[in-house]
Structures are given as structure tokens and as C-alpha cells.
């Protein structure tokens, strides 16, 4: 009985050196040849996760490589593009004047505004307006980079064509303060300014949070944002440009307030008068102001009841001036922030 014991346990210890063996030469199968083992094995292993990125932490969800960036556009599309483009194609003025003030140049660009001239673009050719581009001449141009206000239905139609001419295409949302801040960020890294983008965005941040710190708490004041063309009148909730500006200096916006479901831009006199603001900004769009004029009395001002409002007895009915409400104000943010805040609240942000 003893002899066998003993007999198993010397078979079991012969077996597992044999298995032992086996593996030691399994594992061998994907070492380097001698002679071919590099120096300093850790380097080697990294470069392929590396990926020649000098920032994967980078601010606002973009990467920033040694010669493309990365970023998810408009369209939550992730999007690599190539660095220094030399042929740039911009479709909306106030991402041209971003682009501009990044260091870039174009070669194209939409019709001008007269609140929103970038005076280093305007040898550039026209391809357009904003809301009709034209395809054709945005490509004789040959650009290597066209970049697109997402907004513009006509603008995202052409990114299939773009795609298939191997055109890198930049689709931007640039609607509120955050995406600013991005798109400034993208535009820096892809031109390489990097110097721009400290100096730039952080003094811009700093006055805008300075100015929003000093906004009363317990005013509770109440406002709408009327917005007015030709065609029609609609409102402007805290989704908005304005909106958020109104919003962050702590005035209740009316528009935020309609049932579930409902469209926010809808213009209704009668939740005005319920709501009765202490504020009324509008908005006007389009150079016919005499038309625009006609809109908003047919719409508003000739309505019996509108003299009754307490924005329009107390003077705080408000026609925001273009050039910082209508187009996006970009670098000049924490001017706008200052002239809405002094309007809102004139006793605390004096001269």
C-alpha cells in the first residue's frame, strides 16, 4: 500500500515537470529573436497606444495630435481633421471671425454683414449667402477644409459632395457661450495658436464670470425675448444665445415656462399679458425695418392690452442692438453680458 502511494506521488511530480516544460516553451514562442530585443522595451510597447498625441486630455472632448485634431461635431459625428489647411472655406460670418481670430485664413467665404465684417477675409471669394451657398463655386475653389454652420440645411447638404471630393468638413453648432469656448479651442489647435487660445478664452471667461457674479439673486425679475422678422414673430427660450444671457444674470424667461411638448418659440400675446414680464427684449432679423415694424404691431404692439404690460409702463421694452445679440458677439461676450446687465439691473452695474 505504501509502495503504491509512493509510486503515484513520484508520477504526478514526473508529469507536472513534463507540462511545466511545455509551457516555459509556449511562452518563448513570441519573444524576439536574439539580437532584435530593443533597449528599452517599455518605449517600444507604447507607441502604438501612444499615437504621436501630445494631449488626450485636452478641454471640451477634443484630442490634439502631433498632426490631426479630433473631435465629435454638430452632428455627434467623431471627426478627424488635418492641421494647418492651407485652401479654408467658411459658410456663417461669425465662425469666420473665429476662425480669423485663431489665425486662420480662408479662401472662401459667404456675403458679409454689415454688424459682422472680418476685414482680413474680404479678399476672399463669395460663394453665397448662408442660407444658399453655392456648391459649385465653393468647389472650383478646391478647398481642403470647408467648415459649416450645422444650422443651415443647405450647408449640411453639401457634406456628401464635400466627402466625396475628399474635402474635410468642420459642421459647428457655435449657439451659446459653451460652444464658443469649443469651437476657440478647436480652431486654435487645428491652426496651431495654441498661444491664442490661452489668452484669449481665459480673459474672456474671467470677465463674463465676473460680470454674472454681481447679478442680484432676489430680484426675481421676468422677462421675454421677442424675435422679429418680416414673416413672423416668435419667442426665444433659455436654449438661445440671449436666453442663456438673461438666464445666467438670474431673469426667469417666460418662454422656459410652456407645457411639455409645446414649441418654446411659439409667440402667444396672451402668455405675455398672463405672465406680465418686467422685461421685453426683441430680436429683429432682416434690413426691411419698416416691414419688421409692421410685424411686431400686427402681432403686438397695436393689441389694446399690450400698454398695460409693466415692461412697456416702466421703459423696459428693448430692441437689442445686432451686432451683439442677433450675431454672436464671440470675443466681445463680456460686452454683451455687460450691456444686458446694466439694462437689467442699472443700480448695481453703474459707470
Given at each position: 500500500?505504501?509502495?503504491?502511494?509512493?509510486?503515484?506521488?513520484?508520477?504526478?511530480?514526473?508529469?507536472?515537470?513534463?507540462?511545466?516544460?511545455?509551457?516555459?516553451?509556449?511562452?518563448?514562442?513570441?519573444?524576439?529573436?536574439?539580437?532584435?530585443?530593443?533597449?528599452?522595451?517599455?518605449?517600444?510597447?507604447?507607441?502604438?497606444?501612444?499615437?504621436?498625441?501630445?494631449?488626450?486630455?485636452?478641454?471640451?472632448?477634443?484630442?490634439?495630435?502631433?498632426?490631426n485634431v479630433v473631435f465629435t461635431d454638430a452632428s455627434g459625428k467623431e471627426v478627424t481633421i488635418t492641421k494647418n489647411p492651407q485652401?479654408?472655406?467658411?459658410?456663417?460670418?461669425?465662425?469666420?471671425?473665429?476662425?480669423?481670430?485663431?489665425?486662420?485664413?480662408?479662401?472662401?467665404?459667404?456675403?458679409?454683414?454689415?454688424?459682422?465684417?472680418?476685414?482680413?477675409?474680404?479678399?476672399?471669394?463669395?460663394?453665397?449667402?448662408?442660407?444658399?451657398?453655392?456648391?459649385?463655386?465653393?468647389?472650383?475653389?478646391?478647398?481642403?477644409?470647408?467648415?459649416?454652420?450645422?444650422?443651415?440645411?443647405?450647408?449640411?447638404?453639401?457634406?456628401?459632395?464635400?466627402?466625396?471630393?475628399?474635402?474635410?468638413?468642420?459642421?459647428?453648432?457655435?449657439?451659446?457661450?459653451?460652444?464658443?469656448?469649443?469651437?476657440?479651442?478647436?480652431?486654435?489647435?487645428?491652426?496651431?495658436?495654441?498661444?491664442?487660445?490661452?489668452?484669449?478664452?481665459?480673459?474672456?471667461?474671467?470677465?463674463?464670470?465676473?460680470?454674472?457674479?454681481?447679478?442680484?439673486?432676489?430680484?426675481?425679475?421676468?422677462?421675454?425675448?421677442?424675435?422679429?422678422?418680416?414673416?413672423?414673430?416668435?419667442?426665444?427660450?433659455?436654449?438661445?444665445?440671449?436666453?442663456?444671457?438673461?438666464?445666467?444674470?438670474?431673469?426667469?424667461?417666460?418662454?422656459?415656462?410652456?407645457?411639455?411638448?409645446?414649441?418654446?418659440?411659439?409667440?402667444?400675446?396672451?402668455?405675455?399679458?398672463?405672465?406680465?414680464?418686467?422685461?421685453?427684449?426683441?430680436?429683429?432679423?432682416?434690413?426691411?425695418?419698416?416691414?419688421?415694424?409692421?410685424?411686431?404691431?400686427?402681432?403686438?404692439?397695436?393689441?389694446?392690452?399690450?400698454?398695460?404690460?409693466?415692461?412697456?409702463?416702466?421703459?423696459?421694452?428693448?430692441?437689442?442692438?445686432?451686432?451683439?445679440?442677433?450675431?454672436?458677439?464671440?470675443?466681445?461676450?463680456?460686452?454683451?453680458?455687460?450691456?444686458?446687465?446694466?439694462?437689467?439691473?442699472?443700480?448695481?452695474?453703474?459707470?
Amino acid at each position: 500500500m505504501k509502495k503504491s502511494i509512493f509510486l503515484k506521488i513520484v508520477l504526478t511530480i514526473a508529469m507536472m515537470a513534463v507540462l511545466l516544460a511545455g509551457c516555459s516553451k509556449d511562452s518563448n514562442k513570441n519573444e524576439p529573436p536574439a539580437g532584435n530585443t530593443p533597449e528599452n522595451p517599455s518605449e517600444e510597447i507604447s507607441k502604438p497606444e501612444d499615437d504621436n498625441r501630445k494631449d488626450e486630455s485636452s478641454d471640451y472632448g477634443i484630442v490634439i495630435n502631433e498632426e490631426n485634431v479630433v473631435f465629435t461635431d454638430a452632428s455627434g459625428k467623431e471627426v478627424t481633421i488635418t492641421k494647418n489647411p492651407q485652401r479654408v472655406v467658411v459658410l456663417q460670418n461669425s465662425l469666420l471671425e473665429i476662425w480669423d481670430q485663431a489665425g486662420g485664413t480662408v479662401v472662401g467665404r459667404v456675403e458679409e454683414s454689415e454688424d459682422k465684417i472680418v476685414e482680413n477675409a474680404m479678399s476672399a471669394e463669395v460663394v453665397g449667402s448662408m442660407g444658399a451657398p453655392s456648391l459649385e463655386k465653393i468647389l472650383s475653389l478646391q478647398p481642403d477644409l470647408v467648415i459649416i454652420a450645422g444650422s443651415y440645411t443647405a450647408q449640411r447638404e453639401m457634406v456628401p459632395s464635400f466627402e466625396q471630393n475628399n474635402i474635410q468638413v468642420i459642421n459647428l453648432d457655435n449657439d451659446l457661450l459653451e460652444d464658443y469656448y469649443k469651437t476657440v479651442r478647436l480652431f486654435t489647435s487645428i491652426t496651431g495658436r495654441e498661444d491664442l487660445y490661452e489668452n484669449h478664452v481665459n480673459n474672456i471667461q474671467k470677465k463674463v464670470d465676473e460680470i454674472v457674479a454681481k447679478a442680484p439673486e432676489d430680484k426675481n425679475y421676468k422677462g421675454v425675448i421677442i424675435f422679429a422678422t418680416a414673416k413672423n414673430t416668435t419667442v426665444r427660450d433659455s436654449n438661445t444665445m440671449v436666453g442663456e444671457m438673461i438666464k445666467d444674470l438670474n431673469v426667469i424667461n417666460i418662454s422656459d415656462s410652456v407645457d411639455a411638448g409645446a414649441d418654446t418659440k411659439t409667440f402667444s400675446i396672451e402668455k405675455i399679458l398672463q405672465e406680465d414680464p418686467d422685461f421685453i427684449f426683441v430680436q429683429t432679423m432682416g434690413s426691411d425695418l419698416d416691414k419688421i415694424t409692421e410685424r411686431l404691431k400686427s402681432d403686438a404692439l397695436d393689441n389694446p392690452a399690450w400698454a398695460s404690460l409693466t415692461a412697456v409702463k416702466e421703459n423696459r421694452y428693448i430692441v437689442l442692438p445686432k451686432d451683439l445679440y442677433l450675431y454672436k458677439p464671440n470675443d466681445r461676450y463680456p460686452e454683451a453680458y455687460e450691456g444686458l446687465a446694466k439694462m437689467i439691473y442699472p443700480e448695481v452695474y453703474s459707470e
